[in-house]
């Protein structure tokens, strides 16, 4: 099978193109049983990236293999592990858990990583155990590590969803995810990465059936983000619940500590036997699964009404909160802090 490719570059001062920072980018949606139908393929249907300044002619080879390790999970369930790490040059953006369910007549996606290049690598994968239509992407938040492959997907015909606050979410922070993410991978890691918003919203509970597979999409209240969304393929008995749950990566607080708290504690009932979360594992035991993050949660929210009944500022709080949660984390020193400041400045109004 051949896939179509093109040489992408980013620009330096000026407008001129920056040959250090160029990569070979994946095009999908040209495969082809031979290069000449491949190549014929993408000169009659040129994508907006050949037109874009910096992209060279695309050309097509035999498909290479994937960078991304997956597991099976369950059968038709692949799971890949994100580096429990910051995204960096290194890691390009590869730190978060992304998943893939196969049905009997498609394929849906959940998450797509942390750039471009994770996308391609994940497009990769999939193609290497499937050659059935991928029908859906599913984002589970709005947080830049897990949408930035959106695109890629995109492009190979899924539709992608996400809940209903995530395109205003997305559109609010696309310049300074772009921006951030960019320095922090760099060139050419980042190259041709951007936000894409859903092509629709999930605004109530609903099925997606990939043929003989039907998975259970719902909108959550705030809780990790106001952007949460969960999955569930009832064949397996797997919840797929992004950032909601975290396995040995320090939680991120960026919605509402008590909503966090409280939606675990209905989530507890879930009828799952196994979870996939944002960050870690990649596969837990559920609901024990999630009991670390729930003491963690626990502790922060009893540390911080602590602190403020006993007159500390945020500065002092944030130095006493959840110390004791220190050697249970990895990367705590970095999200802890940000999270006893979102914990201070929610429950002091409590």
């Known amino acids: 099978m051949f896939e179509a490719f093109l040489t992408l570059c980013m620009l330096a001062g000026g407008g001129v193109q920056d040959d250090a920072a160029c990569r070979t980018m994946l095009l999908p949606g040209y495969a082809s049983d031979t290069q000449a139908a491949c190549e014929t393929a993408v000169l009659a249907h040129p994508t907006d990236w050949q037109v874009r300044q910096g992209a060279g002619k695309a050309y097509c080879v035999p498909r290479p293999q994937s960078s991304l390790q997956f597991e099976e999970a369950s059968p038709g369930v692949f799971v890949h592990r994100g580096?429990?790490?910051?995204?960096?040059?290194?890691?390009?953006?590869?730190?978060?858990?992304?998943?893939?369910?196969?049905?009997?007549?498609?394929?849906?996606?959940?998450?797509?990583?942390?750039?471009?290049?994770?996308?391609?690598?994940?497009?990769?994968?999939?193609?290497e155990r499937s050659a059935l239509p991928i029908s859906h992407?599913?984002?589970?938040?709005?947080?830049?590590?897990h949408v930035f492959g959106a695109g890629v997907?995109?492009?190979?015909?899924a539709e992608i969803l996400g809940h209903e606050n995530l395109p205003r979410a997305l559109s609010d922070r696309a310049e300074d995810y772009e921006r951030n993410f960019a320095t922090l991978i760099g060139a050419p890691g980042f190259?041709?990465?951007r936000v894409v918003l859903p092509d629709r919203a999930i605004v109530a509970p609903e099925t997606i059936d990939l043929g003989g597979r039907v998975l259970d999409l719902e909108p959550r209240p705030t809780a990790h983000t106001a952007t949460d969304l969960t999955v569930y393929d009832s064949t397996a008995g797997i919840l797929f619940a992004g950032d909601l749950v975290f396995d040995e990566h320090t939680p991120a607080l960026d919605g509402s500590l008590l909503g966090w708290i409280s939606l675990m504690e209905t989530l507890k009932a879930f009828p799952a036997k196994q979870v996939v979360p944002g960050h870690g594992g990649p596969v837990l035991t559920?609901?024990?699964?999630?009991?670390?993050?729930?003491?963690?949660?626990?502790?922060?929210?009893?540390?911080?009404?602590?602190?403020?009944?006993?007159?500390?500022?945020?500065?002092?709080?944030?130095?006493?909160?959840?110390?004791s949660e220190a050697g249970k984390w990895r990367l705590f020193d970095l999200f802890n802090p940000r999270n006893a400041t979102a914990a201070y400045t929610e429950l002091e109004w409590e």
């Open 286 to 323: 559920w609901p024990d699964g999630a009991e670390p993050q729930r003491e963690y949660l626990e502790v922060i929210a009893a540390d911080t009404r602590a602190a403020l009944e006993a007159g500390l500022g945020l500065g002092e709080a944030v130095s006493a909160v959840g110390q």
């Open 153 to 157: 997907l995109g492009e190979a015909g």
């Open 191 to 193: 190259i041709g990465s």
């Open 83 to 127: 580096a429990v790490a910051d995204p960096s040059r290194t890691n390009g953006g590869d730190v978060s858990n992304i998943a893939f369910v196969v049905g009997d007549t498609s394929i849906a996606v959940i998450d797509a990583g942390g750039s471009r290049l994770v996308g391609e690598q994940l497009y990769l994968a999939i193609r």
């Open 137 to 145: 992407l599913v984002l589970t938040h709005m947080h830049p590590d």
